[in-house]
């Protein structure tokens, strides 16, 4: 747990801008690029946001970027939403998956929820991503009958972490 807890440490958290989103859309490319074939072309666009959705995205709620040793490493968004708060576009890119940018990025967001007051975190995620359900998982998340089921025609299932 000692050396996990360094690597997170070795990532920072910042709030991504309208300016950031060129560097939020290749985030996202890079870190789903490998899965392309796994969804259907519509479900991909939808997850593999262009600069254009990316910035709408900012109107919804706040992303932030992980950086380690200086280089943006990976991103997420969140929602404030009634039944709490709905975790969007976590993304890693490859060559920096296994330092704790992901988990440094969901602690935040966890971090987030809990001073909105939110009930719940909650995201929807693809069966097929098995080391981002690990990492979920390890943060408490549960999976739930919640929908959707599917994007775009490509399977879909919700997990939650009650707060």
């Not at 080391?131 to 919640?146: H, K, P």
Request: net charge neutral; with cysteine; glycine share 6%.
């Amino acid at each position: 747990m000692e050396l996990a807890s360094e690597l997170m440490t070795a990532v920072q958290i910042n709030a991504a801008t309208a300016e950031d989103a060129p560097l939020v859309a290749s985030i996202l490319r890079a870190a789903f690029a490998e899965y392309e074939r796994l969804y259907t072309p519509e479900a991909f666009a939808a997850t593999v946001l262009n600069e254009e959705l990316v910035r709408r995205r900012l109107d919804e709620g706040p992303m932030w970027l992980a950086f380690h040793d200086g280089r943006a490493v990976g991103t997420v968004s969140a929602v404030l939403r009634e039944n709490g708060l709905y975790v969007r576009g976590m993304a890693v890119i490859p060559s920096a998956r296994g330092l704790g940018a992901g988990a440094r990025l969901l602690a935040h967001v966890c971090d987030v929820a809990a001073a909105a007051r939110a009930p719940r975190v909650f995201l929807s995620t693809t069966p097929f991503l098995a080391s981002a359900i690990r990492l979920y998982r390890a943060f408490g998340f549960v999976r739930t009958e919640d929908g959707p089921d599917h994007l775009c025609g490509t399977p879909l299932f919700t997990m939650e972490k009650r707060l």
